[in-house]
């Protein structure tokens, strides 16, 4: 288990990293999400299998639902708009609002303490109430149902 634990937060970096990378240089010209992923430095200098897999599923993911993340993020981000956000809490967002939505065998509890433990190793002294305050309103709404049946805490 702690292993997987490992493997799964090495793995977020990784996701994170990259997500983050293409806020500066977005995709254009050829670049499929495949193609960005895999010439990737973060993924390039990772040795574990499992990490690189895990990582490509939530980058891929993320990727594909990008403007559904973005709008469930700006719903929950009152008096903040998604181009006010700074682009390490939006990559952190995207990353965990995903996490939350559709892994179903990460617990929110989980998907919440892996952004948080991201926003203090990559953000600054606001991110982690900023980015609590949104994956904690969101885990609550799934919680009720308002997602519907996806899973609970």
Partial sequence: MSQNKGVRRKGRVVAFQILYGISFVPPHGGWTPER???LSPAVLQEESEEVIAFARELFLGVYRDMDK???TI???SRHWKLER???VELAILRLSVFELLHKPDIPLKVAINE???LAKKFGDGNSRNF???ILDAIARDIDHGKFGDIKSF
Wanted: overall charge negative.
């Fill in 36 to 38: 960005i992923y895999n």
């Fill in 69 to 71: 993340l973005d709008k």
């Fill in 74 to 76: 700006s719903d929950y």
């Fill in 85 to 87: 956000i700074a682009r």
């Fill in 115 to 117: 952004g948080i433990e």
């Fill in 131 to 133: 980015i609590n305050g």
